[in-house]
């Protein structure tokens, strides 16, 4: 590591906020394993030691939408589920973002059907679209990583003056 | 005597007034009777102690899209006692959608009703909760019917906004 060494010479370094912020940000990626079917035996193997999402600091699969950025839609959505997944999706905290994993969740894949959602962007911002059906625990890794990448260009001003339009509070006199 | 002679002639005696045909397929009997007979008909078929068809396995129907009675109501029964399946099939016409429930008799018909009325938009009286199962309560059409398209009406089903 470079750090250190650079730490044992002038005990200090120069940087911006932003590239700090982003650094913290990407490298502890809290998902939030919306496990729908199948793809979510997948994202369970992705946890395990053999494949490690530890490795990229985003082992801790929170279940509760309050502590998480990143949203793992992991399985087929139906137009009766959709209003779930976007219930769960507003009570995360920004930053977030969304990773579609699978066919299904990307395009309704082979559910060409009444009552599967041809895709989670007709409801929800997705920032990376993984295919497979399932996909391997490795390709969730590889969009794990794409992730980071964006991330790790943000900056803190992407994620300010977001009106809190989420859940208004109705107040009768 | 063997279970399905026994089915035929109990039913021929106790309940003289039932008109019924049977067709037996792969050595699978099936009764096939008139929509008002269907509760006396499920009851006497549960109550009697030699028959003892006590599971409703499924209810479900057929939509045969252009033929003269649109529907046909399915059930499968079984019975423990002589582990034996039967199927019961009642003709539904499109004008007058509505068969009596049998849901008094097994109580598990409840459920399969409803999923038979949420599919195919057949009506069940003195069905105890009628809602829809699947789909949701403001959908307004019945999915599984032949004039239904595969991919759906688009709007019928709300999604959320972005």
């Known amino acids: 590591m470079g750090l250190e060494a650079k730490l044992n010479q002038d005990s200090f370094f120069t940087t911006t ?9 990407k490298n502890s990626v809290w998902p939030m394993p919306m496990g729908i079917s199948c793809c979510a035996i997948e994202m369970m193997a992705v946890g395990d030691p053999k494949y490690d999402i530890a490795r990229f600091g985003s082992e801790v699969m929170r279940f509760t939408p309050r502590q998480c950025d990143l949203m793992i839609v992991a399985g ?35 559910y060409r059907s009444y009552n599967v959602v041809q895709g989670i962007d007709q409801f929800l911002p997705v920032d990376v679209y993984l295919a497979g059906c399932p996909p391997r625990p490795d390709n969730l890794l590889n969009a794990l990583i794409m992730i980071q990448d ?24 | 005597m063997e279970i399905k002679e026994l089915l035929t002639q109990k039913i021929k005696d106790k309940l003289p007034d039932v008109q019924f045909t049977t067709v037996e397929f792969r050595s699978e009997l099936s009764i096939i009777i008139n929509k008002k007979d269907i509760v006396k008909l499920c009851l006497f078929l549960k ?53 009596d429930s049998v849901s008094s008799v097994w109580k598990t018909a409840d459920w ?16 105890p909760d009628l809602r829809r199962m699947f789909m949701p309560e403001e959908f307004e059409f019945y999915p ?16 959320p906004k972005k």
Request: charged share 30%; aromatic share 12%; net charge neutral.
């Open chain 1, 76 to 110: 087929t959505v139906t137009y009766k589920m959709a209003h779930v997944v976007k219930k769960i999706y507003d009570q995360m905290p920004d930053p977030k973002w969304v990773i579609a994993m699978g066919a299904c969740t990307s395009s309704g894949g082979m």
């Open chain 1, 17 to 25: 906020i932003d590239a700090i912020a982003a650094w913290a940000r």
């Open chain 2, 112 to 127: 399969e009703e409803r999923e038979t009325y949420d599919m195919y938009g057949i009506h069940f009286n003195n069905h």
């Open chain 2, 144 to 159: 599984l019917r032949k004039d239904f398209p595969l991919m759906g009406i688009p709007g019928s089903l709300p999604l």
């Open chain 2, 47 to 99: 109550d009697d102690p030699d028959l003892a068809f006590n599971f409703c396995e499924d209810v479900t129907a057929i939509d045969w899209a252009r033929r003269n009675q649109r529907f046909t109501v399915v059930y499968h029964i079984f019975s423990m006692k002589n582990k034996f399946r039967l199927r019961l099939k009642c003709d539904v016409e499109e004008d007058d959608c509505k068969i």
């Open chain 1, 150 to 173: 964006k991330i790790g260009k943000s900056k803190a001003r992407d994620f300010q003056d977001e009106p809190l339009t989420e859940y208004p509070i109705h107040i009768k006199n």
